[in-house]
């Protein structure tokens, strides 16, 4: 099975190399929203012009508005009181995560499944980013989500890979195995590619190294406990890692047993937070 692997590796490596498995671009709207958003002249009216010609959008940015996780003091009824209470850096990594489900789709039945079912985690993780980042660090809650939103998006080229590969297809766990070996540095690619900010390129490849070094907790250290939080209790194999293990809790001033939910009664604020992007 490693030689397989090793050789789907190659192949995937050489095709991105070669622009034969193009990386994903992020869709138009998302590219127009941060636009917008790194522009220091941009006014909100500006960013509300864009969001607005997508009613989906457009809905859900005001639906994330009225959630109590933000706690608005009064009903937000339209795009532009949205925006004025978000902000615009807040507004931006919202619309470009909440954009991004568009890409998590395929033709084949299968890897349709296995990228919505992508897209669920990345959510449900996502969420628990921002519920980690306001309590237990100084760093952006909306950051915080994208960089949950994301630090699975190398598996799209791989998935897409597969798709034109029928024996890769059929051979689920053979699939795993090169998802889980590659995704990490592929991901770092895409995000280079976009041009994410240098503290969310990192994710894809440092959320799973669990004796990574540093001084302060950064994105990547709340991936890791939101990603551990999320699978606490399934069979899959990050509910068997060792958390006693995991630097990333120390860096974020936690307790490895992972009660925190409960013991802090964050329960109630990580659910909501899980449905945000739902």
Known sequence: MERVVETVRTEIVTAIESDQLVLPTLPEVALRVREVAEDANASLEQMAEVIGNDAALTARIIKVANSPLLRASREIENLKM????LGVEYTCNLATGLAMEQMFQATSDIVDTR???VWSRSSEIAGIC???CRHYTRLRPDQAMLAGLVHQIGILPILTYAEEHASLLKDSITLDRVIHSLHPGIGEKILQHWEFPEELRNVPAEYLNFTRQGDAA???DIVTVAALQSY???????AKVDYEQVLSFGRLGLDPDMQFAEGEDLSDEMEAAMALLQ
């Not at 949205?82 to 209470?85: C, I, N, Q, T």
């Not at 606490?232 to 990050?238: D, R, T, Y």
Request: net charge negative.
């Open 130 to 132: 921002h519920v980690l």
């Open 115 to 117: 990228m919505r079912e």
């Open 232 to 238: 606490m209790g399934s069979e899959h194999p990050l």
């Open 82 to 85: 949205a925006l004025m209470r």
């Open 218 to 220: 950064d994105y990547a």
